[in-house]
């Protein structure tokens, strides 16, 4: 995707193939500045600090951690450690897990000694493999715009939080239909709610949008299902973190209510669902899926930019007063209308999830 006119990816090797750089998202969409990655402590505090943040991006960021720790010591307990200190950086999204056990699984087998450069060959190829998913999820997300445009013209998109290129490698999960849908030539224009405490959607959604020249309007969390009241809104699609064996979805918080409008306005809701965030030793999302319970802090306070150009932070609420910040919910799969994958849309039920991943 573009960064002023440029095709850019949120996560690179360094020229000298010694460290990642990514783009560091706290400061979008004011500040476009990457951050070097040159070992596994810093991979680590990456994910927790939310440098990079997505499931995808997050997990090839814990890939690549894993082969910087491989550099430095490959040993079965030093790889080890490494990939139990980066699985429980953020518990919640199944993709950091997924990629860092898939690639500690590849290593053990090798000679010790071998171990490093097949670390850095694979994490690049599971960066790559990323994209490759991501572009197919939205051809078969395309499809679905490309049938509403025949029905009613311009297509008007409601997205949560950001999952575009910036929570992935490139292409995004939710928004790759969309850009699929621009390089089309279709008319279409999308809803940006802007997905409290951290903003991701007015951050960073409206801002990749915004690059890539897409017609968007930022609205608060409270309006989705008001907009889709007076027929304002065609579909829903939103990312997800995971995705259990019968077919709830788990997501940024915010996502269960976006369902629950779009329920009762008789509106799709669609969640893009890379393979890779598929949970099938998960049954019920509602009780098995731990929701990361992030700083008060986030919710407290808000980030933005001052007269002077400066970032500044603010207080929001009174002095003393508490805070929770549950980061993510669970929408039943009674509310999720389909699930699109890389191999197709599939409905949110068991028997054609376990199908999908056999």
């Avoid at 993709?95 to 450069?117: D, I, S």
């Avoid at 609420?317 to 910040?325: E, I, L, M, T, Y």
Wanted: net charge negative.
């Amino acid at each position: 995707m573009l960064v002023n006119g440029q095709p850019t990816r949120p996560l690179m090797p360094a020229p000298e193939a010694d460290a990642v750089l990514v783009i560091d998202q706290r400061g979008l969409p004011h500040q476009l500045r990457w951050q070097r990655v040159g070992d596994v402590a810093t991979a680590i505090t990456a994910i927790r600090d939310m440098w990079v943040r997505g499931a995808p991006l997050i997990g090839v960021t814990g890939a690549y951690g894993l082969a910087l720790q491989a550099r430095v010591e490959a040993s079965d307990a030093a790889l080890a450690a490494a990939a139990q200190a980066l699985i429980a950086a953020r518990p919640t999204a199944v993709n950091l897990a997924w990629a860092v056990q898939r690639l500690h699984r590849a290593l053990l087998p090798l000679p010790v000694a071998e171990r490093a450069v097949q670390a850095w060959a694979l994490a690049g190829a599971l960066a790559d493999e990323d994209v490759a998913v991501n572009a197919a999820i939205g051809r078969h997300g395309l499809a679905l715009l490309q049938a509403i445009a025949a029905r009613r013209g311009r297509v008007n998109v409601l997205t949560h939080c950001n999952a575009g290129w910036l929570a992935t490698v490139d292409w995004g999960t939710a928004l790759s239909p969309v850009y699929q849908a621009q390089a089309a030539g279709l008319d279409l224009h999308v809803w940006v709610d802007e997905t409290r405490p951290r903003n991701q959607g007015a951050s960073l959604t409206a801002w990749e949008l915004g690059q890539q020249g897409v017609a968007h309007t930022v609205v608060s969390d409270n309006a989705g299902g008001h907009l889709m009241q007076h027929g304002q809104v065609d579909i829903v699609i939103v990312g997800c973190d995971r995705v259990t064996a019968r077919g709830d979805v788990c997501n940024k918080i915010g996502t269960y209510l976006k369902a629950l409008a779009a329920h009762d306005n008789g509106v799709p809701f669609y969640a893009a669902m890379p393979l890779s965030t598929l949970d099938l030793a998960l049954q019920d999302g509602l009780r098995e899926i731990p929701i990361e319970e992030r700083s008060a802090r986030e919710q407290t306070h808000i980030t933005g930019r001052a007269a002077n150009g400066e970032l500044v932070e603010v207080q929001l609420v009174p002095d003393g007063s508490a805070a929770a910040n549950p980061a993510f919910d669970v929408t039943p799969a009674r509310l999720v209308t389909g699930l699109i994958t890389e191999r197709g849309v599939v409905p949110a039920d068991e028997q054609a999830l376990r199908a999908l991943a056999a």
